[in-house]
Each structure stands twice: as C-alpha cells, then as structure tokens.
C-alpha cells in the first residue's frame, strides 16, 4: 500500500470521520442537489410553484446515497486491482433496471420507462488485467458506460423518470 492510500485508509478508520464528517458532507451534497434541481422540476401553475409529490422529502431520502458514494469513492481509492467507470444515462434512454434505479424500493411496473434525467451516475467494476489485454471494449450499451467482458454495475445510476 502506497503513503498515501495509507493516511487516507487511517483517516477513514477514524470515528469522527465515520460519524461526523461523511454524514455533513453527505447531507451537503443533498441539499445543494436538491437547491440545482428544484428549478428544473417545478411547474409553474397560475403563479404557483408546484413540484411533484414527495420532493419536499427528496432530500432527507438522498442523504444515505450520498453518504454510501462517499464511502464507496473512499473505497475505492485504496483498490489498485479493478478499473471502474461511472455511467450517466442520457436523457430519453430506456428504464433498464440492471443499470438504474429511480430511488422507490419495491418500483416495478418501471418497463417502457424513460429516464428525465441522471441525479447521480452508476458505477461499474472490472479487473484492469481485462482492459489491458484489449478486451475491454465498449460492447454497445448506452453512451458513457465502458466495461469489459466481465464487468459488473456495483452501483445503479439514479435517475427521474
């Protein structure tokens, strides 16, 4: 393990930053998406701003998946083995549940969906021996996203649909 990946692996390890400082950044995040994002969601009806059902609570239901990106983009800087690529599905793409999610447990009924917009990207996993060897090349699924043969989504992008 490098110098560096040490100190970030003792910082990480630490209580406060467990307890304190993820969940502050986390909580941060969410807000300031939710501050970018309410003027692309809001209706104008008759001079009243109306947002769709539950955004009022969209925040505080956001903060545990930023906090988790936080985690797991901290995790991630201590791997040197594995290759990963983030993903944004393009507006108008296809609902396909083994890459999105639009954040409601339980959500079926999702099939011939489309995505409105990308909130926070997926994130796929591959060994860098595949890449180097010339096999990872993108094998024509949506734009942004490149894995190799034995990749695997580890995280969902969130999108609105």
Not at 52 to 77: D, H, M
Not at 97 to 115: D, F, I, K, L
Request: with cysteine; net charge negative.
């Amino acid at each position: 393990m490098h110098l560096r990946q040490a100190l970030l692996k003792s910082f990480m390890d630490e209580k406060r930053f467990d307890q304190q400082i993820l969940p502050s950044k986390a909580a941060e995040m969410a807000k300031d998406l939710v501050s970018a994002l309410s003027p692309l969601i809001a209706d104008v009806d008759g001079g009243n701003v109306c947002y769709p059902s539950g955004w009022n609570e969209y925040q505080t239901r956001i903060v545990p998946l930023f906090e988790k990106a936080l985690r797991l983009c901290c995790r991630l800087r201590l791997n040197l083995f594995d290759s990963y690529c983030f993903f944004w599905p393009e507006p108008g793409a296809d609902f396909d549940e083994e890459m999105m999610t639009n954040g409601q447990t339980g959500a079926g009924g999702c099939s011939g969906a489309h995505v409105r917009i990308t909130l926070f990207p997926g994130l796929s996993a591959s060994s860098n021996e595949d890449f180097a060897s010339g096999e990872g090349k993108d094998a024509g699924l949506p734009h942004g996203l490149c894995r190799s043969k034995d990749c695997d989504v580890i995280v969902r992008a969130l999108v609105l649909i």
